[in-house]
Each structure stands twice: as structure tokens, then as C-alpha cells.
């Protein structure tokens, strides 16, 4: 092995190959079947708890429904595009999303009110009133929402590569729940308004659950654990203790992100008014949010460089070349040559350029692969060897490779570049949507 790879493989963010099988390994595997019921058993309890407010409020639950699904759209649309290199399977995305909705908000009602009549019970029932969702909500979601990252990682072990790949699947089962939370908080809104089935109660209940408070809510906790689950899947250089403390502050670190939020701190807005209570949103929940979002990018800068140095061990330029490998390790590297090749073939060269790049992020995913299990057998019997499914990636590339250069220049195909598109309804639909929010909110508070 190069002195590259030997390198390599001790900072690599991958664990040593898995047991060859499909995406769930095998139908035997205990963890699926638990899966399989728990969802089994959540969906039907689920049913039976929306159905009674279905039956009251026909229109105002449809309503409800319809608009916090829309609203996870642009969430579900940067939590997939998150880890670049290699996207998670949409069926392990969805399931980590079925968990958070179905058996974290089956199983957290009842738990929720245990915990804060136990809190009631050993200190007062004034104290609970003030602390009690403080100390219940985070001790009973935060811990079933672990769980849920934790069946996922089990489940799929293979599909956990990185850190990165950790806070998207945590992500994904907090936004689960954050959605279905939001509902059944628009559905009491209805019937405490006492007004029938009327859409006031559902919109307010979307401006400050969804616009005001969603952008640092369940989905931001659960990253922040799942980055610790990732941790404890990959590092495989460490010892069973560090992961195991790292997935535990990971899981800490959440419970205390939601506790503050939910603690009564800052609850009257300083006093202020309307202004004070935004502004106490903001410190209560921005700097959770810059926590993650930083923690996602540094975890993500190391994951580029490490697989942009497998793929260089290669030494081959049909591969990668020296300006694909620098784009590899910077913000906006990938998007660039993305355009370069638009400019040159329009969509269809920029369609190339992408596959080329998604084939490449494939390639050094195995590669890493080989390198984890070769020194973890020693690594000298390895040397110089690429695994079946390495070689299967580098044909991938090679093929993509002469698709790209066999394009002509400039086509009359000249719709705008795809990547920008998307990025522009992303910010145009975060753009109104707060602008909206806020407006209705100063409107409902005033």
C-alpha cells in the first residue's frame, strides 16, 4: 500500500467493508423485523389519534396537513443535498422520516405526560407548570428520536459513511416528527378556539411553529445526535468508549439545544411586546442552528479532502484530474466546473459534468471501502489490488468521462443551468414564506 493510502486509512471516515447484501442486509436481521413492527404498530396508533379531530375538523386538518407537508419540502430538499458526495438511499430517508412521525409521536404523547406528572410529583406542580415540557419534551423525544437514528445505522450500516451521513439521517427522523408535532398543535389550536372548523387557528399555528420556530426546532436536535451516532459508526480507530461518549454528547448536546428551547426563559419577550418575543426566538434558537450548520460544514470540508486524497492516490487524470480534485475540497469547486461544462454544451453538458462527479464520489466511497478492511487486516496482502466493486465504480467514471468529452460545443439546448434554478426557488421560497410569516404573526399577536 502507498504511504498515501497508509495514511489515509488511519483518518479514513469510513468503517471496514460490510457483509455483502441488499440496501437492509438480510430480511433475518432482527433490527428490520423490530422496524417493521414498530412502524406497523405507530401507524395504526397514529390513525386512531388523528382520526377523532378528522371527524371535528374536516377542512382545517386537510388544510393542516396539506400545508406543514408542503412546508418539509425545501427541509427534505436541503437535508438530501447536505452530503454531496454520496446521496443517501430516498427509502432510508423516508423510513428515518416514518420514525420521527410515526413512533416517536405515538410513543412521546403518553411519555411526555408521564414524565411531567413525575416531575410534578417529586417537586411541585407550580414547578412543573414552568419546567415541566423543559425537562419532559427533551429526556422523552430526544431519546426516542436517538433511537430512531441508531435503527437506522444498524439497519443499514453501510450506508453511514461519514459523519455528515449521520446528521442526515438524524435530520431526517427529527423532521418526521417536527411535522406531525406541528399537526397535532394545529388540531388543539382549532378546538381550544372553540370557533368551529375554521383556518385561522391551523395558519397561526404554521407561522409560529413552522416559519418562526421550525428553522431551529426537532430537525436541528436530532442532527446534532446523529452526528454523534455517525461518529460512533465510522471511527472505527477509536475505541468502543470514545465512540460510545461521543455518541452521548452528541445525544446531550441535543437534550440541552432543546431544553433551552423550551424552557420559559425568555418567554415574555423581555417585556417589549411583539418584538421582544421575536427577538427571544432568535437567541433562543439561532445560535442551535449556526451549531449544527457549522458542525455539518467542518465535518463535510474533512470528509472532501479525505476522499479527494483517495482518489489522487490513484495517480490517474482520466479519473480525476488536478482541477476536479480542487473543486472537491471547496464550496462552490463542484458547481463551477458544473457551469464550465454548461457553457461549453449547454443542459446536456452540465448534466455530464454532474454524473461525471456523482460516479467519481461513488469511486472513492469504495475505495475508501477497500482501504478500511485492507488495514484492518494488516493491509500488506492488499497492495496495489482494487476490490470488484472499486473496478465497477471506475469503469462508472471512465464512461462518464468520454460521455462528457464526446459533446460538442455549444448547442442550441441553452435552458438556464439547473443547479441555479433550483437554488433560486430554495431562496425565493424561504424569502416569502418569512416575509409572509411575519406578517401574520405581527397580525395574530397584535
Same mark, same amino acid.
Given at each position: 500500500?502507498?504511504?498515501?493510502?497508509?495514511?489515509?486509512?488511519?483518518?479514513?471516515?469510513?468503517?471496514?467493508?460490510?457483509?455483502?447484501?441488499?440496501?437492509? @442486509?438480510?430480511?433475518?436481521?432482527?433490527?428490520?423485523?423490530?422496524?417493521? /413492527?414498530?412502524?406497523?404498530?405507530?401507524?395504526?396508533?397514529? $390513525?386512531?389519534?388523528?382520526?377523532?379531530?378528522?371527524?371535528?375538523?374536516?377542512?382545517?386538518?386537510?388544510?393542516?396537513?396539506?400545508?406543514?407537508?408542503?412546508?418539509?419540502?425545501?427541509?427534505?430538499?436541503?437535508?438530501?443535498?447536505?452530503?454531496?458526495?454520496?446521496?443517501?438511499?430516498?427509502?432510508?430517508?423516508?423510513?428515518?422520516?416514518?420514525?420521527?412521525?410515526?413512533?416517536?409521536?405515538?410513543?412521546?404523547?403518553?411519555?411526555?405526560?408521564?414524565?411531567?406528572?413525575?416531575?410534578?410529583?417529586?417537586?411541585?406542580?407550580?414547578?412543573?407548570?414552568?419546567?415541566?415540557?423543559?425537562?419532559?419534551?427533551?429526556?422523552?423525544?430526544?431519546?426516542?428520536?436517538?433511537?430512531? &437514528?441508531?435503527?437506522?445505522?444498524?439497519?443499514?450500516?453501510?450506508? #453511514?459513511?461519514?459523519? #455528515?451521513? @449521520?446528521? #442526515?439521517?438524524?435530520?431526517?427522523? /427529527?423532521?418526521?416528527?417536527?411535522?406531525?408535532?406541528?399537526?397535532?398543535?394545529?388540531?388543539?389550536?382549532?378546538?381550544?378556539?372553540?370557533?368551529?372548523?375554521?383556518?385561522?387557528?391551523?395558519?397561526?399555528?404554521?407561522?409560529?411553529? /413552522?416559519?418562526?420556530?421550525?428553522?431551529?426546532?426537532?430537525?436541528?436536535?436530532?442532527?446534532?445526535?446523529?452526528?454523534? #451516532?455517525?461518529?460512533?459508526?465510522?471511527?472505527?480507530?477509536?475505541?468502543?468508549?470514545?465512540?460510545?461518549?461521543?455518541?452521548?454528547? $452528541?445525544?446531550?448536546?441535543?437534550?440541552?439545544?432543546?431544553?433551552?428551547?423550551?424552557?420559559?426563559?425568555?418567554?415574555?419577550?423581555? $417585556?417589549?411586546?411583539?418584538?421582544?418575543?421575536?427577538?427571544?426566538?432568535?437567541?433562543?434558537?439561532?445560535?442551535?442552528?449556526?451549531?449544527?450548520?457549522?458542525?455539518?460544514?467542518?465535518?463535510?470540508?474533512?470528509?472532501?479532502?479525505?476522499?479527494?486524497? &483517495?482518489?489522487?492516490?490513484?495517480?490517474?487524470?482520466?479519473?480525476?484530474?488536478?482541477?476536479?480534485?480542487?473543486?472537491?475540497?471547496?464550496?462552490?469547486?463542484?458547481?463551477?466546473?458544473?457551469?464550465?461544462?454548461?457553457?461549453?454544451?449547454?443542459?446536456? /453538458?452540465?448534466?455530464?459534468?454532474?454524473?461525471?462527479?456523482?460516479?467519481?464520489?461513488?469511486?472513492?466511497?469504495?475505495?475508501?471501502? @477497500?482501504?478500511?478492511?485492507?488495514?484492518?487486516?494488516?493491509?500488506?496482502?492488499?497492495?496495489?489490488?482494487?476490490?470488484?466493486?472499486? &473496478?465497477?465504480?471506475?469503469?462508472?467514471?471512465?464512461?462518464?468521462?468520454?460521455?462528457?468529452?464526446?459533446?460538442?460545443?455549444?448547442?442550441?439546448?441553452?435552458?438556464?443551468?439547473?443547479?441555479?434554478?433550483?437554488?433560486?426557488?430554495?431562496?425565493?421560497?424561504?424569502?416569502? @414564506?418569512?416575509?409572509?410569516?411575519?406578517?401574520?404573526?405581527?397580525?395574530?399577536?397584535?
Amino acid at each position: 500500500m502507498t504511504p498515501q493510502r497508509t495514511r489515509a486509512a488511519r483518518v479514513a471516515p469510513v468503517r471496514p467493508q460490510p457483509l455483502a447484501g441488499d440496501l437492509f @442486509g438480510s430480511v433475518r436481521t432482527p433490527v428490520f423485523w423490530l422496524l417493521v /413492527g414498530l412502524l406497523t404498530v405507530g401507524a395504526a396508533r397514529l $390513525g386512531g389519534m388523528v382520526a377523532p379531530p378528522f371527524a371535528r375538523y374536516p377542512v382545517a386538518m386537510t388544510v393542516a396537513f396539506v400545508l406543514f407537508a408542503l412546508y418539509a419540502v425545501p427541509f427534505v430538499l436541503f437535508i438530501a443535498h447536505v452530503d454531496r458526495l454520496e446521496r443517501e438511499p430516498p427509502v432510508l430517508l423516508a423510513t428515518a422520516f416514518a420514525w420521527g412521525a410515526v413512533v416517536v409521536t405515538v410513543t412521546a404523547v403518553p411519555g411526555n405526560l408521564a414524565a411531567e406528572s413525575i416531575v410534578a410529583k417529586l417537586v411541585s406542580p407550580r414547578f412543573a407548570a414552568l419546567w415541566g415540557s423543559a425537562l419532559a419534551g427533551p429526556t422523552v423525544e430526544e431519546i426516542l428520536k436517538f433511537l430512531g &437514528v441508531v435503527a437506522i445505522a444498524m439497519l443499514a450500516t453501510s450506508q #453511514v459513511n461519514s459523519v #455528515v451521513d @449521520g446528521m #442526515v439521517y438524524g435530520a431526517m427522523v /427529527g423532521l418526521g416528527y417536527q411535522v406531525m408535532e406541528n399537526v397535532s398543535y394545529a388540531a388543539v389550536a382549532v378546538q381550544e378556539a372553540g370557533a368551529g372548523d375554521r383556518l385561522e387557528p391551523v395558519f397561526t399555528t404554521f407561522v409560529v411553529r /413552522g416559519i418562526l420556530g421550525g428553522p431551529w426546532s426537532h430537525t436541528v436536535f436530532t442532527a446534532l445526535a446523529g452526528a454523534g #451516532v455517525g461518529y460512533a459508526v465510522v471511527r472505527v480507530d477509536r475505541s468502543a468508549r470514545v465512540r460510545a461518549a461521543v455518541a452521548g454528547a $452528541g445525544l446531550g448536546g441535543a437534550w440541552l439545544c432543546h431544553f433551552a428551547w423550551n424552557s420559559p426563559l425568555l418567554a415574555d419577550g423581555l $417585556g417589549v411586546g411583539v418584538a421582544g418575543r421575536l427577538a427571544a426566538l432568535v437567541v433562543k434558537g439561532a445560535p442551535v442552528l449556526a451549531l449544527v450548520l457549522g458542525l455539518a460544514w467542518l465535518a463535510r470540508r474533512r470528509e472532501d479532502a479525505y476522499y479527494a486524497g &483517495v482518489l489522487s492516490a490513484l495517480g490517474d487524470p482520466w479519473i480525476v484530474t488536478p482541477a476536479e480534485l480542487r473543486a472537491m475540497c471547496s464550496l462552490g469547486g463542484r458547481a463551477a466546473l458544473r457551469r464550465a461544462a454548461y457553457s461549453r454544451a449547454g443542459a446536456a /453538458g452540465e448534466r455530464a459534468a454532474r454524473r461525471l462527479q456523482e460516479s467519481q464520489a461513488r469511486l472513492a466511497v469504495e475505495l475508501s471501502r @477497500g482501504i478500511a478492511a485492507a488495514s484492518g487486516r494488516g493491509g500488506a496482502a492488499e497492495e496495489g489490488r482494487l476490490t470488484p466493486a472499486a &473496478v465497477d465504480r471506475a469503469r462508472e467514471v471512465l464512461r462518464a468521462r468520454h460521455a462528457l468529452a464526446a459533446l460538442t460545443l455549444p448547442t442550441a439546448d441553452r435552458r438556464p443551468f439547473a443547479g441555479s434554478v433550483v437554488m433560486w426557488l430554495i431562496g425565493a421560497w424561504v424569502t416569502v @414564506g418569512s416575509a409572509l410569516g411575519l406578517a401574520l404573526m405581527l397580525r395574530a399577536l397584535t
